[in-house]
């Protein structure tokens, strides 16, 4: 593939760029960077337990890697931020455009992943948790905000994206200009509401809403639980920092303010780490893990130019290139690594070598199984799902006009 310049950086590959507004030209790196850095987190929670053996008595994975499910929050913030980008120029911000969009970006490569999970478990999941997964509904009244886990564990968190999306298509709607805040305030609505019509105290910590033992309600608590849990309030962070982005992207680019903004950004990242770190703050959302989250991403932003300043085929280019391909790849990582990829490494090396998956060299054999296959879902699958989405909006346009 031929080589693409931007900026005095050359890559040898093409991450899918963010659609963006008159006043914004281009990818933003740093989102696509913490694209992937989301992901991997995740990845490195999930697969932490396989490194206990390596030091005795010292649970390695989980000092280095037992705040990983913070890369959770950074994707819902990146989402918020990201949504409202997309949607700068109004031609692009049609409300049955947006939502074609976002279904093919989001549900289709989830049920295909869900199914070909779902014929590779030794025992098949019943046909009620198959089809409450392939739809995204909640699957028990407990353990806020995942509310019991689909058939690919990690798909709970789309059931909150897709919930706002829903409603930003709906601000969408209404209005261009003034999506962002009355985006914000519907969902800030749908938090409250809803917490509200399950008739206990409204908690602002995803992990501690209210759950009454007996309801009645002609929907069930856990429906009510979901489209109100607060966990959606990072989405209106990413939504508010996008606005904020857009509005001061000549001040982010200025010499004038590098020293400021990557003094103020290199302290933000610091924060991050320390609730990363931190095992005070358990949980997501903007009170836990979510913080630290939103530090990172405000952050990353304020050192935007950083990431455009590595030279042409030098180290750092190449760095911010591997980088880049991660994000690209990202969605993909996510839902193959804690289900597919592992089931298929175990099988394999049970076949072969009839050895178990465990310790350092397991945890690195499936670091580079689940990248290799993330890779692969992303090129001969995840592409042509979008390109439908884009074709099926194309065809639609053209019988409309």
């Not at 931007?6 to 659609?19: E, L, T």
């Not at 019943?126 to 564990?153: E, T």
């Amino acid at each position: 593939m031929p080589e693409v310049k931007k900026k005095g950086y050359i890559s040898s590959h093409r991450p899918p760029r963010i659609a963006r507004g008159d006043s914004v030209q281009g990818m933003v790196y740093s989102i696509q960077i913490l694209r992937g850095v989301a992901a991997l987190l995740v990845v490195l929670y999930h697969y932490s337990h396989y490194l206990m053996p390596t030091i005795p008595g010292a649970n390695i994975g989980y000092v280095l890697f037992g705040g990983g499910y913070a890369g959770v929050d950074i994707f819902f913030i990146i989402s918020g931020f990201i949504i409202v980008l997309s949607t700068e120029r109004k031609e692009h911000a049609n409300p049955l455009d947006f939502s074609i969009r976002r279904f093919f970006r989001v549900v289709p490569l989830a049920q295909f992943a869900t199914v070909i999970y779902a014929l590779i478990l030794r025992v098949p999941p019943s046909p009620k948790l198959l089809w409450q997964s392939l739809l995204f509904l909640p699957r028990a009244d407990v353990d806020p905000p995942k509310f019991g886990l689909p058939v690919v564990n990690q798909e709970w968190t789309l059931s909150y994206e897709l919930i706002f999306y829903a409603i930003f298509a709906w601000a969408l709607i209404f209005t261009h200009r003034r999506r962002v805040i009355t985006a914000a305030f519907a969902t800030l609505a749908c938090v409250v509401g809803f917490q509200w019509l399950l008739g206990g105290p409204i908690s602002p910590v995803p992990n501690s809403v209210y759950l009454p033992a007996k309801y009645n309600g002609v929907l069930s608590p856990e429906v009510l639980g979901l489209l109100g849990n607060p966990i959606m309030l990072e989405f209106v962070f990413g939504m508010l920092l996008a606005a904020a982005y857009l509005r001061t992207e000549i001040w982010l680019r200025s010499e004038k303010s590098l020293v400021a903004r990557w003094s103020v950004g290199l302290l933000l990242a610091i924060v991050f780490l320390g609730s990363y770190f931190s095992r005070a703050d358990p949980g997501n959302g903007l009170l836990n893990k979510g913080f630290g989250a939103a530090c990172l991403v405000t952050g990353m932003l304020l050192m935007e130019d950083f990431f455009t300043r590595p030279s042409a085929g030098g180290l750092g280019g190449r760095i911010l290139s591997c980088f880049l391909w991660l994000g690209s790849i990202s969605y993909a990582l996510y839902l193959v690594h804690l289900g597919i990829s592992e089931r298929l490494l175990r099988l394999l090396v049970h076949l072969l070598m009839a050895q178990n998956v465990d310790g350092l060299w397991g945890f690195l054999a499936l670091m580079a199984e689940s990248l290799l296959l993330a890779w692969a879902v992303n090129v001969f699958v995840e592409r042509y799902l979008i390109r439908a989405g884009k074709l099926l909006i194309e065809y639609k346009n053209k019988l409309a006009g």
